[in-house]
């Protein structure tokens, strides 16, 4: 796919500039401008492809869990389902005349296998998640064998399973609404790219574009996704976060699997879950690490030597199957923590990170663009407290502990 030519910008100063559109970047956009009116605030979005054709948003397996450890996290996922749910309502004044967007929401719920020496602490998460209203439940060998009779549970101390508020959706409907919503509301998109940041001290004073404008800035908010540390570089800054690849594989099964199939999660790490009458699935590749940032190579061997054995193990329906497509994406891996980094850079002071969330920005981005909207705007937050992803614990090398992360 060609990437559009690139567009100036209409104005030469902007009070908050996004550098990147996809969906934490329209997230956020859309959540300020609910409030463009009574502000009177310009904001503009600089996206490097307009088309998404490498974006994370477009190349993930678009999915969203409460399968968490830590109470944030959980809560910012429940906030995620709910906008899910609400969305052709709250995006249809963008689709005048149209239908308004459904993300066709698969609610199948996650089945986290666990392993004997798991047991008490998986069922420790599931009693935290269940305090906090979601409807995870813990089945012991027996009863997910009775569930899922498809499953091998020989090795298995029970599972985890999501009954309800998980699952996956459209993830590109999720990013168009958001955008075609922000742009309903006044904010700017052009398709281009930020090639430097000018500082005036302790802030970003101004913007460079690809077309040779340089525009004004009153804050910069860095959403660039795998890229983020590149635009940390104009600044002089530097945070944890990585691209890193991850493969996804949809392939048939000979055999079908009975019933309503959940994203099951096996004990190597190798998830895998219904796609109409396929599967998708994919893995923590071998030798995992950063990637260049434009390197989408794809390692197909990871499906054949690691991925297959790992299926055949946990569902033995999966002894005869074939690969229909594949694909590359990259995480925004964060290093220190696999948690996102959101908020204000305490020295370069209207430098805002929205960044790191290592696989889980499309199903953290309903409450993350409203998060970062509310600092901008309001200076704190106000709906969760999202105190525990900021830049600071980068500095103090505290990581953000958090047990689920796949």
């Not at 490097?48 to 409460?66: G, H, N, V, W």
């Not at 077309?211 to 002089?236: K, W």
Request: with cysteine; aromatic share 12%; charged share 20%.
């Amino acid at each position: 796919m060609a990437i559009p030519p690139y567009k100036a910008p209409l104005h030469s100063s902007y009070d908050i500039v996004i550098v990147g559109g996809a969906a934490v970047g329209s997230s956020t956009a859309y959540w300020l401008s609910l409030e463009l009116g009574a502000k009177s605030a310009s904001v503009l979005v600089v996206e490097r492809d307009s088309t998404y054709e490498f974006s994370s948003t477009a190349l993930s397996t678009s999915a969203i869990r409460q399968q968490y450890s830590n109470p944030i996290n959980v809560k910012i996922s429940q906030f995620g389902i709910e906008m899910i749910r609400s969305f052709p309502e709250r995006m249809g004044f963008a689709f005048p005349g149209e239908p308004a967007p459904d993300l066709g929401f698969k609610e199948h719920g996650y089945l986290y296998c666990c392993s004997p020496e798991g047991v008490d602490a998986a069922k420790g998460r599931v009693e935290l998640q269940q305090s906090l209203g979601a409807g995870t439940v813990f089945l012991e060998p027996g009863p997910l064998k009775e569930r899922f009779p498809w499953i091998n549970v020989e090795d298995l101390g029970g599972g985890s399973w999501g009954s309800r508020d998980e699952g996956w959706f459209d993830s590109m409907g999720l990013l168009n609404g958001f955008r075609r919503a922000a742009r309903a509301n006044g904010v700017e998109y052009i398709n281009n790219a930020v090639t430097a940041l000018d500082l005036d001290g302790d802030r970003v004073a101004s913007v460079r574009l690809a077309t040779g404008e340089t525009i004004a800035c009153g804050t910069l908010v860095n959403a660039a996704g795998p890229r983020a540390q590149q635009i940390c570089d104009m600044a002089g800054l530097s945070i944890p976060v990585r691209p890193y690849k991850r493969y996804s594989f949809v392939f048939s099964s000979a055999t079908p699997i009975p019933g309503r199939m959940p994203n099951v999660i096996d004990l190597s790490g190798t998830f895998v879950r219904p796609e109409g009458e396929l599967f998708l699935t994919g893995n923590t590749p071998q030798n995992d690490g950063p990637a260049d940032y434009d390197d989408f190579d794809m390692h197909h061997e990871e499906f054949d030597d690691y991925i297959w054995p790992a299926l055949y193990h946990r569902i033995p329906s999966f002894d005869a199957l074939r690969v229909q497509t594949s694909w590359t994406g990259h995480y925004e891996y964060n290093m220190l923590d696999h948690n996102g980094i959101i908020g204000f850079h305490p020295r370069v002071t209207n430098f805002m990170f929205a960044n790191g969330f290592s696989g889980h920005g499309l199903q953290q981005s309903p409450a993350t663009g409203r998060g970062v909207s509310e600092l901008i705007l309001h200076g704190a937050f106000q709906s969760f407290d999202l105190s525990p992803f900021s830049y600071e614990r980068i500095e103090r090398n505290e990581p953000f502990l958090e047990e689920a992360v796949i």
